[in-house]
């Protein structure tokens, strides 16, 4: 029986790159990395800053061509941008100059839909991200979690097959946070999460939404520095180590039975002991991060 084929598979990859001031210095921010993220799998990778997880992210959505090493989206060989990805930053992404309505209607304005068709559709995802009442405002008059929950909507509505996430929520206050955290949980997991029990928590959107298009989870490759975000959301943690030449180091299957509540799920045994299992191998690899960076 032969395997399922991974969603996005990254093998052998290194970068390398040239410095513009001097031809002859390189900088290879990372090397010989081979990372698979499952059809509807949940993968983060963490690691020390500077370590090239944002750099990995890039070249899975074809942003940046591996120096060496192969990528493939759903067995084929990346070629260009990953149409099959939807890409959510770190940094603020919505055009300040268009209403949050119209920011999620760009992507599929984009991709040739008629507009009432994209006006259609960006309603409701606003509506499955709690902000069915705010899609006439500018990203200025949005809060922190507002805009980012339109950059969810945005993302989302283009229906991808996998979702790249680039530290989405590190701006945010611990508990803008931890609500944003659970939503994409929401989104991600659909009907499954819909019809378990409840906990204390409320989504912010109300009853969780179904997966966008209904096809089910996509596959995730999520970037974060933060380790018990990492565990509460996913199936697997890859670890990289320090740069220059950063690689992975551990990985870790999550066991911890779903749906989830980040914030509860804190508490539980098991997530204890996968915390400190995880810190164990990621925390020299942070030291010496941290005087790198110093010596810098």
């Given at each position: 029986?032969?395997?399922?084929?991974?969603?996005?598979?990254?093998?052998?990859?290194?970068?390398?790159f040239?410095?513009r001031?001097?031809?002859?210095?390189?900088y290879?921010?990372?090397?010989?990395?081979?990372?698979?993220?499952g059809d509807?799998?949940?993968?983060?990778?963490?690691g020390?800053?500077?370590?090239?997880k944002?750099t990995?992210?890039?070249?899975g959505?074809?942003?940046?061509?591996?120096s060496t090493?192969?990528v493939?989206?759903?067995?084929?060989?990346l070629q260009?941008?990953?149409?099959?990805?939807?890409?959510?930053?770190?940094s603020e992404s919505l055009m300040?100059?268009?209403?949050?309505l119209?920011?999620?209607m760009?992507?599929?304005?984009?991709?040739?839909?008629?507009e009432?068709d994209a006006?259609?559709q960006?309603e409701?995802?606003?509506?499955?991200?709690?902000l069915g009442?705010f899609?006439?405002r500018?990203?200025h008059?949005?809060?922190g979690?507002?805009r980012?929950r339109?950059?969810?909507?945005?993302?989302?509505?283009?229906?991808?097959?996998?979702?790249?996430m680039?530290?989405?929520?590190?701006?945010?206050d611990?508990?803008?946070r931890?609500?944003?955290?659970?939503?994409?949980?929401?989104?991600?997991a659909?009907?499954?999460r819909?019809?378990?029990?409840?906990?204390s928590r409320?989504p912010l959107?109300g009853a969780a939404a179904q997966?966008?298009g209904?096809k089910?989870?996509?596959a995730v490759?999520f970037?974060?520095h933060?380790?018990?975000e990492?565990i509460?959301?996913?199936?697997?943690?890859v670890?990289?180590?320090a740069?220059?030449a950063s690689?992975p180091?551990?990985?870790f299957?999550i066991?911890l039975p779903?749906?989830?509540d980040?914030a509860?799920?804190r508490?539980?045994?098991?997530f204890?002991?996968?915390?400190?299992?995880?810190?164990d191998?990621?925390?020299?690899e942070?030291l010496?991060?941290?005087?790198?960076q110093?010596a810098?």
């Amino acid at each position: 029986m032969s395997l399922p084929v991974p969603a996005l598979a990254l093998s052998g990859v290194s970068c390398t790159f040239i410095s513009r001031d001097d031809p002859g210095q390189r900088y290879t921010a990372v090397r010989d990395v081979t990372l698979t993220v499952g059809d509807g799998e949940f993968v983060s990778v963490v690691g020390p800053t500077g370590c090239g997880k944002s750099t990995l992210l890039n070249v899975g959505a074809g942003l940046l061509a591996p120096s060496t090493g192969t990528v493939q989206v759903f067995g084929r060989p990346l070629q260009g941008i990953n149409t099959r990805a939807g890409y959510m930053f770190q940094s603020e992404s919505l055009m300040p100059w268009r209403t949050a309505l119209r920011n999620v209607m760009a992507g599929l304005e984009f991709r040739g839909l008629p507009e009432a068709d994209a006006r259609r559709q960006a309603e409701d995802w606003l509506k499955r991200v709690g902000l069915g009442g705010f899609g006439d405002r500018y990203p200025h008059q949005l809060s922190g979690g507002m805009r980012k929950r339109t950059s969810l909507a945005q993302t989302l509505a283009l229906d991808p097959d996998i979702i790249l996430m680039d530290e989405p929520f590190s701006a945010l206050d611990i508990q803008t946070r931890q609500l944003m955290e659970n939503e994409v949980l929401d989104l991600w997991a659909g009907d499954e999460r819909r019809a378990a029990p409840s906990s204390s928590r409320a989504p912010l959107g109300g009853a969780a939404a179904q997966p966008p298009g209904g096809k089910g989870r996509k596959a995730v490759l999520f970037i974060t520095h933060d380790l018990d975000e990492a565990i509460a959301m996913s199936d697997r943690v890859v670890v990289l180590s320090a740069g220059p030449a950063s690689h992975p180091i551990g990985e870790f299957v999550i066991d911890l039975p779903r749906p989830r509540d980040v914030a509860e799920v804190r508490t539980q045994p098991r997530f204890i002991e996968l915390h400190q299992a995880i810190w164990d191998v990621l925390r020299e690899e942070v030291l010496k991060g941290y005087q790198q960076q110093l010596a810098a």
